[in-house]
C-alpha cells in the first residue's frame, strides 16, 4: 500500500485546508482499510487528529479536531480527505496519512511520507 499526501501549505488563521491522502497499490481500497490522520508538531509526539473505519466509514476525532476538521474518503478515487477549516497557529505540523488492515487476524499498518501545514498570520 502506497499513501502520498497533498494539500498541505501556508494559511492564516481562521483560514482552512483540505489535505489529500491518494492511496494505490495491488487491490487497495481506502474503504477496506481503517484510514486515519495524525500529525507532529516540532519537539512534540505523532498524535491522533482523526478516523473513519473501514467499510462503514464511522468518523472520529480529537478534541482539538471537533467541530473544525472533517475526515472522508472517495471510494473510487482512493481518496482520503481531511478538511480543516478554522486553523489555529498551533495546528502548524506534518500531516501523515495511516491505513489499517487486518487479515487473518495479522494487522498492518502504512504511513504516508507527510505533507507540511502552517498556520500563521
Known amino acids: 500500500v502506497r499513501l502520498v499526501e497533498s494539500g498541505g501549505g501556508l494559511a492564516q488563521p481562521g483560514g482552512s485546508l483540505r489535505l489529500s491522502c491518494a492511496a494505490s497499490?495491488?487491490?487497495?481500497?481506502?474503504?477496506?482499510?481503517?484510514m486515519s490522520w495524525f500529525r507532529q508538531a516540532p519537539g512534540k509526539e505523532r498524535e491522533l487528529v482523526a478516523g473513519i473505519s473501514s467499510i462503514r466509514g464511522l468518523t472520529n476525532y480529537e478534541g482539538f479536531a471537533k467541530g473544525r476538521f472533517i475526515i472522508s474518503r472517495d471510494n473510487v478515487k482512493n481518496i482520503l480527505y481531511l478538511q480543516m477549516n478554522n486553523l489555529r497557529v498551533e495546528d502548524t505540523a506534518v500531516y501523515y496519512c495511516k491505513a489499517v488492515s487486518v487479515v487473518n487476524y495479522v494487522t498492518s499498518e502504512y504511513w504516508g511520507q507527510g505533507t507540511q501545514v502552517t498556520v500563521s498570520s
Open positions: 497499490g495491488v487491490n487497495v481500497n481506502v474503504s477496506r482499510y481503517g
